[in-house]
């Protein structure tokens, strides 16, 4: 009788121990430890924890890493322009401010420049007559104290001279003089104290703060030079 092989059914061959059919491959030697003939039970197992282990491994090859470095967070996620915008913007604010930040600096700076070369200069005279000082020159004399000097001091207003000093601002400070200038004609007859120093016939005198001012040598009339 022709042996058959188990598996496919396929007759043996002579001389082949193998069945050669494609595919199957029995071994015709009575030795049972060579062949292994799967049941259907065995391969459905078999095939089943196969497949089950396939799932397993793509399930794992699908899963994000559980942790991902701070670094590389973020990297792939798309930038909206409007952060561009957004940020151009907030930028042209920052310089704005800065801007109006200089230029209140450099007011702030103008204005007390400005508040130096604009203080001002008075004289109060005998009697409390103020007169302010400013860039142009002026004279003061006998008209500005006449009515102290007669009726509160009882000197002859006349010792006064018509132009007995001249006064006025430059560039910021104040200055006196007793002679011939712009203004004044000629120096005083009975000269002008500064501080009790006679000033008649010199140069401009600067003036400060508390002055004291004496016309015609006469102790009485004297006036105070203050800068507001």
């Not at 009882?154 to 001249?166: M, N």
């Not at 016939?201 to 001012?213: P, R, V, Y």
């Amino acid at each position: 009788m022709t042996e058959q092989c188990p598996l496919c059914g396929k007759e043996k061959t002579d001389g082949q121990d193998y069945c050669v059919t494609s595919g199957c491959g029995w071994h015709f030697r009575n030795d049972a430890s060579l062949n292994l003939i799967p049941t259907p039970e065995h391969s459905y197992v078999q095939s089943e924890e196969k497949w089950e282990e396939n799932k397993k491994e793509m399930q794992k090859e699908q899963e994000p890493p559980k942790s991902e470095p701070e670094f590389f967070k973020g990297r792939d996620e798309k930038v909206d322009d409007d952060s561009f915008v957004q940020s151009e913007s907030q930028w042209e604010k920052e310089r704005k401010e800065m801007e109006a930040e200089s230029e209140s600096t450099v007011s702030g700076y103008n204005a007390q420049i400005v508040d130096v070369n604009e203080s001002q200069g008075i004289l109060v005279l005998p009697g409390g007559k103020e007169i302010s000082v400013k860039d142009n020159p002026i004279t003061v004399g006998r008209n500005d104290v006449s009515e102290h000097v007669e009726f509160k001091i009882g000197e002859d207003p006349r010792k006064v001279s018509s132009q007995q000093f001249t006064i006025w601002r430059e560039n910021g400070q104040y200055f006196i003089e007793d002679r011939k200038t712009s203004v004044q004609t000629k120096q005083s007859t009975n000269g002008t104290k500064v501080n009790g120093e006679n000033i008649s016939g010199e140069l401009k005198k600067e003036l400060h703060d508390s002055d004291k001012i004496e016309f015609a040598c006469i102790s009485g009339c004297v006036a105070t030079f203050q800068v507001k």
